[in-house]
Structure formats: C-alpha cells, structure tokens
C-alpha cells in the first residue's frame, strides 16, 4: 500500500461490499455506476490486491475485502462521528427515506420547512435489513420501516414511533381488466398472479406482511419474482408481465399503469419513524413533528373499519383499543 486511503474511496467501497452490486451502491451515493467502478479500483491499486471477485451474475468481497470492509465501518463511523461532535446539533442528518416519494421522503419533505438552518440528507436503502446496521453503526440517524417486522432482534438503545398506516394498493397495466374498477377486492386477485415484490417499498418486512394477507385470506400466493426497483425498471416489467403488483398509496407515477386501493379487506401498512436514543438533534423534532402534521391533515394514523393489519401490530391495535389509557405511540 503506497498511498493514504482516502474516506470517500472507503465510503465508495463500503457501499458496494454492503450491497454486492455496483448500480445499487450508486444510487445510494448519488454517482454514476461507472464512478463508482472506477473509484473502487482506485482503492484496489491504493491497496495492491483485489478486493471483490466480479463476474457477469455476480459480485462478491475477497477474504482482503471482508478484512478491509471491517476497519473501513470503524474508520468512517469514527470519521462521520467526530465531524457531528465538531459541527454540534447544526450538524447535517442522515434520513434514510426508502424510496422516492414514499412515506418516509413525504415526512422529511415535510419536516425541511420546520428545521431552517439543518441540512437533511436522505438516502435510499430500501429496507430495515441494510439500515439498522447503519443507524447503529452512526452512519445513519433516522430510517422508517416496520418495526414490527424486524426478524432477530433490534439493535439496542433504539427509539421508534408509529407515524403511518398506510393503504395497501394494486399497480396495474393500465390496459389490465382490473384497471378499470375503482377498488380492486382481493379476491380478484386470486388468479392472476399477483407480484409482491416489486418496487422501492419492497423490503423483508413488506414481504412477511403481504404473505401473512395471503395466509390469513386463503389467497394463493404467487411465485416469487425479482425485485425491481426505480421507476423506468417498474414501468418496463409491468408491461412486460401484464401483471398486478401489490404496491402502497404513495407509490410514485408509473408509466403506462395506474394505482388502484385494494379493498375486502382494506389491508394497511404500518410505518415507524426509528432513531437512536442518544441523537439530540433538532431535526428529530423536526420529523416527529411532520408525521404528527400530516396524521392530523390526512388521517395517517385512523384505520378503516374493515382494517387488516399484520401481526404483531394487528395485536397491539386491539390491547390499546381495550386499554386506552395506557396507549402510546406503538
């Protein structure tokens, strides 16, 4: 090794090696794929060796990568952290939205007009399963997700909020049959082969819900598909299997299809803003309060009458129902 390491040729590299895929890192930093690329054979020059093994299907970390991608987490957690203690609570926060235009990006829209002077920074991690690690590594200060979804357990000394139930939906070709209707039942649903596993939504904790709608209605479940994510890959595939793919309400525009409710039952999704306990920063305030907002305006947190949620929340519902005295933000 002849030269430093340089932090973003480190950060660049821990991306990929989280994701094993050089596109997916690059939309999490913001960059093209090929700076990406290019960036990370700069560091395996810096180093002297490869540190993944690359092929056509596949991407995979060398033993020197799993070696390096343990001391890179603690160099940039401890790089990121001394930069927040130096900048104090005007420093920048992290926020993992999920998607674009998804619940958690519409709250911290929401929350940029309530904390001027406070950078907010989202990024796009898809999923509880990649995020946590980071919110405890310190190299993320806010996520969403289910938090009741989490298999295992949680990192510790997290807190959590309950901000969202939000409508399971049905994104259709805009030419498919159900297209037509205003609502789509779920058992119109049972011959077509409905996918569960597209969109910038699609997480292992979306998944569970939506094969626990399927178990407790008897609706057979399709086979599984791959995940797609963006809105030009979903645009592209939805046309190319005609199929319908159980979606949100803020689902984002797609091209050439149209978003319908998904009604008997009204199936919800429940979000959770989730936080360190030891960040104090205004911005958490700030964000708290922009869900409590729009909960007040749009009613994101009143459940239908015919309301199916999944377990554990479907459970909680009903102890804080019988015990309201001592119900709290779940």
Do not use: K
């Not at 990370?40 to 020197?64: A, H, K, Q, Y």
């Not at 459940?303 to 377990?311: E, H, M």
Request: aromatic residues 6%; proline residues 7%; glycine residues 6%.
């Amino acid at each position: 090794m002849t030269e430093d390491l340089e932090i973003r040729l480190l950060r660049y590299f821990v991306a990929v090696a989280e994701d094993l895929h050089f596109s997916r890192a690059a939309q999490r930093l913001f960059v093209a794929q090929q700076v990406v690329s290019r960036e990370v054979r700069r560091l395996e020059e810096r180093v002297g060796t490869p540190l993944f093994d690359r092929t056509s299907r596949r991407v995979s970390l060398t033993p020197t990568g799993r070696q390096l991608l343990a001391r890179a987490r603690q160099i940039l957690a401890l790089h990121d952290e001394t930069l927040r203690e130096l900048h104090g609570t005007g420093r920048s926060l992290l926020v993992d939205v999920v998607g674009q235009r998804l619940t958690p990006a519409l709250v911290l829209a929401a929350a940029r007009t309530r904390a001027e002077g406070h950078e907010f920074f989202a990024r796009f991690h898809g999923g509880l399963d990649a995020s946590l690690p980071l919110l405890a590594g310190h190299r993320l200060d806010v996520t969403f997700g289910r938090w009741h979804g989490i298999t295992g357990d949680p990192p510790t000394r997290l807190n959590h909020r309950t901000i969202r139930y939000e409508r399971v939906s049905v994104l259709l070709p805009q030419n498919h049959p159900l297209a037509a209707r205003a609502e789509v039942p779920l058992a119109a649903l049972r011959e077509t082969d409905a996918c569960w596993q597209c969109g910038d939504h699609a997480s292992a904790q979306w998944e569970q819900a939506m094969l626990q709608l399927f178990s407790d209605t008897g609706t057979p479940a399709a086979p599984p598909r791959p995940n797609v994510r963006g809105i030009d890959e979903l645009a592209y595939h939805i046309q190319q299997w005609d199929l319908p793919i159980l979606t949100i309400s803020s689902q984002p525009e797609v091209p050439g299809a149209v978003v319908r409710p998904l009604v008997q039952p009204t199936a919800v999704y429940p979000w959770s803003m989730i936080w360190r306990d030891d960040l104090r920063h205004p911005g958490v305030a700030a964000l708290l309060a922009a869900a409590a907002d729009l909960h007040a305006t749009e009613r994101w947190l009143d459940l239908p009458a015919d309301a199916w949620l999944p377990a554990p929340e479907a459970a909680l519902v009903r102890h804080q129902a019988d015990s309201p005295e001592t119900a709290s933000a779940a």
